[in-house]
């Protein structure tokens, strides 16, 4: 096999294509063609888009290879830090982090994310998805439209997130709306009001977080917040006040919205195919539906977290050069043919590996477990309290990368 630099594509670059309205509908035939013809291709915005499902999980598990930058390193590339909060959290956040600081904010953060303590959360969550459905379908019943997203896909996962981090609910829908102007730092095309509003986000989120701490030091209690403070007044160095403040930022806005985004997804291919519905019939097809859900539309289309290459790195019969940021792309690994026969057909009777949309490796994402189990409780319990429920218009999508999300999806039920 003889090496070569990857193949330049043609103008427009992909990650503009990505980003056009054609791509925010269906960025799939751009990944196929990526796959195809340009497997790790070199974007001109300074970065290797890998598409194929095998390298994409290479790289995942092998951190030491593709490790995160250097703080220094991420205060170059991002001068803004320094002026935006926003960029800030985004320069140290858990997800862009290597070990050793790695490993211990994970073991810390993952006190909340036992099986036990998700398994504890199920009753809330089937008491929360019947609360959230009963409301919903009053109003269907009187002949309303209703935008799913808002009350049903978005307040699901809030209030899971929220049970476990230990944010009172009348504080809940306030700090929701923080979350989408949180996000839009993450997005390449993000205008200068964008990152205006992101900041402002930041600024009342962490305004909040910073009284909810000083409340749980003095009464603590059996959440996360509680837990964290403990371990920051343990005075042993293993989480400092702006680590505290971090994780509490990237577990509120990584919380909710994605698993939102797959609630819609799940429940648009559920009414695209009414017979699909059967799988929902047991728990076993339940799982399956929900993670063939995952494969076919994962929420982050780009993986979070910025990586290098420690060293030149062949992947495929391409050769990445020492120091080359490589960015990640789920969707198109998802669907990559090589792993999954007829991967543009939703089939939750495939089998194959296990879809990249939570990640792989030391960056697996804590919430996974907690996030397919919400789906499925929320999934059934609609399937059998709206069986007549149908699309009132076109769902609208915000963005395509790196997170292909929902503004609205419109419902009502068939007459």
Not at 160 to 173: A, F, H, Q, V
Not at 236 to 254: H, I, M, V
Request: net charge negative.
């Amino acid at each position: 096999m003889t090496l070569s630099e990857p193949a330049v594509e043609e103008t427009p670059d992909a990650l503009i294509q990505l980003m056009s309205p054609a791509a925010t509908e269906d960025p799939y035939p751009i990944y196929a063609r990526l796959r195809e013809t340009a497997p790790v291709f070199p974007s001109r915005f300074g970065a290797y888009l890998v598409t194929r499902y095998a390298d994409v999980e290479f790289v995942l598990k092998h951190s030491d290879l593709f490790p995160g930058a250097r703080p220094e390193a991420m205060a170059e590339m991002f001068p803004q830090a320094v002026e935006h909060e926003a960029y800030d959290v985004l320069v140290s956040s858990l997800v862009g982090s290597n070990p050793p600081k790695h490993t211990r904010l994970r073991q810390l953060i993952g006190r909340g994310f036992t099986s036990r303590r998700v398994a504890a959360l199920q009753m809330s969550m089937e008491l929360w998805s019947d609360r959230l459905l009963a409301g919903v379908s009053d109003r269907l019943n009187d002949g309303e439209t209703v935008d799913l997203h808002s009350t049903v896909s978005v307040p699901m996962p809030m209030h899971m997130i929220s049970d476990l981090i230990g944010i009172p609910e009348p504080d809940r829908e306030r700090l929701a709306e923080q979350v989408p102007e949180m996000m839009n730092v993450v997005d390449p095309a993000a205008s200068p009001d964008a990152v205006r509003r992101a900041d402002d986000a930041f600024r009342e989120l962490g305004e909040y977080f910073d009284v909810l701490i000083e409340q749980r030091r003095r009464d603590p209690r059996d959440d996360l917040v509680s837990a964290l403070v403990s371990a920051r007044d343990d005075g042993d160095g293993r989480l400092d006040d702006a680590e505290l403040r971090n994780l509490l930022f990237t577990l509120w806005s990584a919380g909710f919205e994605t698993t939102a985004t797959a609630i819609d997804n799940a429940v648009l291919l559920l009414l695209a195919d009414q017979a699909r519905g059967s799988w929902l019939d047991t728990e076993d097809g339940t799982r399956r539906f929900v993670e063939e859900t995952l494969r076919y539309e994962p929420s982050v289309q780009v993986a979070p977290g910025l990586r290098f290459a420690a060293e030149p790195v062949v992947l495929g019969d391409a050769l990445i050069p020492q120091g080359a940021q490589v960015r990640l792309l789920i969707g198109a690994a998802n669907r990559d043919p090589a792993a999954y026969p007829d991967p543009d057909v939703f089939d939750p009777s495939r089998g194959g590996p296990m879809p990249l949309s939570f990640g792989a490796g030391i960056h697996y994402c804590l919430g996974a477990g907690l996030a397919k189990l919400e789906i499925g409780v929320l999934l059934t319990r609609l399937r059998m309290t709206m069986p007549g429920l149908t699309l009132a218009g076109p769902p609208l999508r915000r963005r395509t990368v790196p997170l292909r999300d929902f503004v609205s999806v419109p419902v009502k039920l068939a007459r």
